[in-house]
DNA sequence: CTTGATGCAAAACGTTTGCAAGTTT
DNA sequence: AAACTTGCAAACGTTTTGCATCAAG
């Protein structure tokens, strides 16, 4: 039988498979901006008409909840999801508000590294965010 | 006559000087957290219980406008601002959610360098932000 | 005096919740 | 069959808006 990447990855940290999970895990899989909970919602509303918007929220929590996806930090009002899991960096446009991944090796370790050397107190580092905000060139909007 | 920084800032960006004005200025000119709408009505509250929820909204949409302060991303629902011009870091803890200042001029210029050097395409980077998320350590919440 | 800021209450928006009905294991 | 997930609608919290009143330049 033929698994697909997402029923692998909730059977992995034991939720139930359903037609909106697959769904929903696999919209965040493939965005390459960082959907908000409308973002998700307006995509599977065309794939998957039936799923109601409280379930993409109580999904999004889910799935947090068990470190399938995470929040990302996020200037606007509503909360931002990505479902990598490596670190990287984001691209975040002050006009269009886009939010583009920035995947840069280097640039993680150097900070890692720095952050590591100083080691500093009363606090642990477990997970680095950088956010260049600015603005995308030759965008139309 | 005894011309306080709060007032002197509002001058310079152009805007007439009031009571809410010079009373939320202060509070986020002074407080090293990074409050929420919420917090500053709290705090305004104290010291001049006349300032209502809604002022204090348009004030911070103001002060955002006029760049006196900055918004800084969130992995939260709320908004939260800063009043430092200066770019640093943020410590953000996962567990009681506070978001404290992390000032280390070393970190930002090796960022800073390392962008200038990467030329990226497509993207004007104005402003850097980094977040490190963890836990503070000997914190009681 | 003119312009712009404030307070109030209502509206709009985003998110959460409880529960009955439906699915997955 | 048991345990969990979903959809609905209501509740909740946060942010925005319009307008009459008030304060600053």
Redesign the interface.
């Known amino acids: 039988m033929n698994k697909s990447y997402t029923h692998k990855r909730l059977t992995e940290v034991g939720l139930k498979v359903t037609q909106p999970r697959l769904a929903i895990l696999k919209i965040l899989v493939e965005s390459k901006e960082h959907p908000t909970v409308d973002d998700v919602y307006s995509k599977i509303q065309k794939s998957h008409p039936g799923i109601s918007l409280a379930t993409v929220y109580k999904t999004l929590e889910t799935f947090t909840d068990t470190s399938l996806i995470k929040?990302?930090?996020?200037?606007?009002?509503?909360?931002r999801y990505d479902a990598r899991q490596d670190s990287h960096s984001h691209?975040i446009?002050?006009k269009s508000n886009k939010m583009l991944d920035?995947h840069?090796s280097?640039?993680n370790l150097?900070?890692e590294e720095?952050?590591k050397k100083?080691n500093?107190d009363?606090?642990?580092?477990?997970?680095?965010?950088?956010?260049?905000?600015?603005?995308?060139?030759?965008?139309k909007y």
Not at 71 to 79: A, H, L, M, N, P
Not at 122 to 139: A, D, H, P, R
């Open positions: 929040k990302v930090g996020s200037r606007e009002s509503s909360i691209l446009c002050i920035f840069d280097e640039l150097l900070i720095y952050i100083k500093i009363n606090f642990e580092v477990q997970n680095i965010e950088v956010n260049l905000y600015g603005e995308l060139i030759n965008q």
